[in-house]
């Protein structure tokens, strides 16, 4: 199952999600007061967007909706999705209405009234799930509120376009319930999704660096030299590209629909050679893993001069395979597939893959995440940048000297800093003013915990943001600067120290809200300074740095850590105890087509 529709609002309107969707938008204005960074406002009387291809329809019998959403008045009705056809009975709609309920129609309007009612200029989390003949859900912020048994049958929805921000009672009319308030991080899925999933995307992950060696990722080019023509798709029947014009193989969950004529044909994705002998040695073993659904006649496997290993029928369920060949008989000038669709083919087949990797040897290495942009090719990952994989593309540069090193709690490589000159570059377009939730989150290595210089492992510092460091000594500290005004009229900083002697790896987690300040090790808060605040102050020409200390014009100064980190993250909420234990354990994301994962690995139901 899919993640169809995904808009984080944040920089654009852009769909990343499984279908083609063209959004356009009226009224809508860029902000940057976003619950992930940036997102978009509506003015109530006239904003909305629109897109092309609904992701639900008349045989979506089992979907899930989701959005960040901060009203600022509660004294009208307000439409968060339409895909109505005629009248407010048909369709599929999900809005708020002024008498304090959130209300969703399938051709039954189900009315649910909240057990604490909003307030305005405040975020929530909003999902709504259903599934035919079992049941409906609400969810706030990651929380059940109610559920009922689904009754009757879908009713009749617009296939071909959907609202946001007001609803439709027709293809061509949008004309009610216009929100007035901001939106981030919109998501519609063609399946139920677990009361876990709800829970870890409401999180609320808005910055995410694995740390780990992008040369010892999930790239082909690991066993492939590049004196190759690289990766291709087969036929050009197939609507959707498996791989860009580059060569790059993309680690994005992507769908692609037969739309030639019925015939036998071999699509997918192969390794092409232009000239001279075929890159696969004779005797050498390879490795592919993926994770693919499909409708039908669709394999992976390894073929022509990987040898011709297949797997069974490839179902409409989302799964990872793997399978393994030996090279018997080199082929120059040739295709290698190693993912195909093939026997007779009629329109409308279709193949959904993500995150596939091919590894020299007999076994299947843990999953690293990287971010969907990130390109996987001969030419391996651009050496400047370190990457985020929240999925909101908050990329870090890289300055100085870098090694990596294979001892690491995370991703099977850490980054090791130098003390002297090496720092990440994370900027500051996350970075939301007066931010009232925020955690904080890495795993640190030093060679010796008691050394007098102060260990800055992540630091946006002056006058005003957080820093997480280890002080002289043997003190680590999570500081926060915060407005002590109503009015955001003045700042001052607050901090939780705590003196402890340590060796190894650990975990340190900060975690921010209204009423306190809270540093956990490795798992268990171990320090908590209480104080009344208005939200984080943010220093507008201050970059977040990891390494290495911040200063004013986006510039970063010694002193600089030297040791390793691994995993860090930045959530726009703040974490419960239970949920910072199970993040000490597992390393818990979802993945960018949805599916929950545990320590980079896929959970399978």
């Not at 069974?312 to 597939?337: D, F, H, L, Q």
Request: charged fraction near 15%; aromatic fraction near 10%.
């Amino acid at each position: 199952m899919s993640l169809q529709l995904w808009l984080p609002l944040i920089r654009d309107t852009e769909n990343q999600g499984l279908i083609t969707s063209t959004i356009t938008s009226t009224n809508v204005t860029a902000n940057t007061s976003g619950k992930l960074g940036g997102c978009y406002s509506f003015n109530g009387s006239s904003s909305y967007l629109i897109g092309t291809n609904s992701p639900l329809n008349n045989n979506s019998t089992e979907w899930s909706y989701c959005c960040w959403v901060k009203f600022t008045t509660l004294s009208k009705d307000q439409c968060l999705y339409s895909n109505r056809t005629s009248t407010a009975s048909t369709g599929i709609t999900v809005f708020y209405d002024n008498g304090g309920n959130i209300l969703m129609d399938d051709g039954v309007r189900w009315t649910v009234a909240l057990t604490t009612p909003f307030v305005v200029d405040t975020w929530y989390h909003i999902c709504v799930t259903r599934k035919a003949g079992v049941k409906k859900c609400l969810y706030i912020n990651g929380i059940l509120q109610s559920s009922t048994t689904t009754t009757g049958t879908q009713s009749t929805a617009d296939s071909t376009r959907f609202t946001i921000g007001a609803s439709q009672n027709a293809s061509t009319t949008v004309n009610a319930n216009y929100l007035n308030g901001y939106l981030n991080d919109i998501r519609v899925y063609d399946h139920e999704l677990s009361p876990k999933e709800i829970e870890v995307i409401s999180r609320a992950l808005t910055v995410h660096h694995p740390l780990s060696d992008p040369g010892n990722a999930n790239m082909l080019s690991n066993s492939i030299p590049t004196s190759t023509s690289g990766w291709a798709a087969s036929g050009t029947d197939w609507s959707r590209a498996l791989v860009d014009a580059e060569g790059s193989l993309n680690g994005k969950a992507i769908r692609a629909t037969y739309e030639g004529t019925a015939g036998s044909v071999r699509g997918g994705v192969y390794h092409s050679l232009t000239a001279g002998t075929s890159v696969f040695a004779e005797g050498d073993t390879y490795t592919i893993t993926a994770r693919l659904r499909a409708s039908t006649n669709c394999e992976i496997r390894l073929y022509n001069s990987l040898g011709s290993t297949t797997t069974a029928n490839i179902t409409t369920e989302w799964k990872t395979y793997t399978v393994s060949s030996t090279v018997t008989t080199p082929t120059a000038n040739g295709r290698s597939y190693i993912l195909m669709q093939s026997s007779y083919v009629t329109t409308g087949v279709w193949l959904e893959c993500c995150m596939i990797k091919m590894e020299k040897g007999s076994k299947s290495t843990p999953w690293i995440p990287y971010p969907t942009d990130a390109a996987y090719t001969a030419l391996g990952f651009d050496t400047t940048v370190d990457y985020d994989v929240s999925g909101y593309n908050y990329h870090g540069e890289k300055l100085g000297t870098f090694a990596y090193n294979s001892d690491s709690p995370r991703y099977s490589s850490c980054t090791v800093f130098n003390g002297t000159d090496s720092a990440i570059n994370c900027g500051n377009d996350y970075h939301v003013q007066g931010a009232k939730n925020m955690t904080v989150s890495l795993w640190a290595y030093l060679p010796d915990w008691t050394v007098e210089t102060t260990q800055p492992f992540i630091s946006c510092q002056e006058s005003g943001g957080f820093i997480v460091s280890r002080m002289s000594g043997t003190t680590i500290r999570s500081r926060f600067n915060r407005y002590t005004a109503s009015d955001l009229s003045t700042t001052a900083y607050a901090q939780a120290d705590y003196v402890c002697e340590l060796t190894g790896w650990h975990m340190i987690t900060a975690t921010y809200d209204t009423s306190a300040i809270k540093l956990y090790l490795d798992g268990v808060l171990v320090k908590t300074s209480s104080s009344t605040t208005y939200g984080i102050h943010f220093t507008n020409n201050v970059n977040t740095y990891i390494g290495a200390e911040a200063t004013t014009s986006k510039r970063y100064i010694a002193p600089f850590i030297d040791g390793k980190v691994s995993d860090v993250r930045i959530y726009y909420t703040t974490l419960t105890a239970t949920q910072i234990a199970e993040l000490y354990n597992t390393a818990v994301s979802i993945a960018n087509n949805g599916t929950l994962l545990t320590n980079g690995e896929y959970v399978e139901s």
